[in-house]
């Protein structure tokens, strides 16, 4: 993820925050171009505008920078995620569709979906940028009494492997695009909702997030 400034931080630490935002953002947009096997360090350090041998100051490989690429996409997912979520009054709804919308997105963004052979790798960030949110939003939905969760952080990284495990299946042809209604419904169970209940809550309606990179980031 992107490094936010800090109050006390010098002239040498702003340089190198700066050129580690840079790196991660020309990494991001030239995996967006051109997905993450074709990206080369070189082009990414130039569009970065810095030295060739200086990224790998920050990143040991190209693998490590889209770790890092992918990171900040899930934290910027969930911000946008929110933005819609935010105008819903069904507690077990905004979790229901935060995981549909990862699912869809893990198997429709070049970006991701080239990543998740490194499932655990790809597993243990989403637990991590995305927990702050998830975990919330199962225990409001729990004090709701809509779900049953007793430990949320349990629910959610058993959610973060099944929801990269069926992306890898969907994205490898294993299993059918037209599942993903029936995978969610299945995670939802976890929650402790009814089956009923949870498939009519995969079912519902999902308005569109905003698009990418129009989140204003509070970092």
Known sequence: MALPPTKSEGRVARRQRRNQNALITAAREIMMEKGVDAATMLEIAERADVGAGTVYNYFRSKDELAIAVLEDLMHELALRIEQVT???EDPAQVYAFGIRTVLDT????????????RSEVIADAMFRKMGPFAIRDLRLASQAGRFEVANAELVWRLTTHALIGASLAITKGDLPEGSKQQIIAKLLCMTGIG??????LAARPRPELSPEGTIVRQD
């Open 195 to 200: 089956i009923n209940a949870a498939v009519e």
């Open 86 to 88: 935010n105008t819903f």
């Open 106 to 117: 893990a198997t429709g963004d070049v970006r991701w979906a080239q990543m998740l052979n």
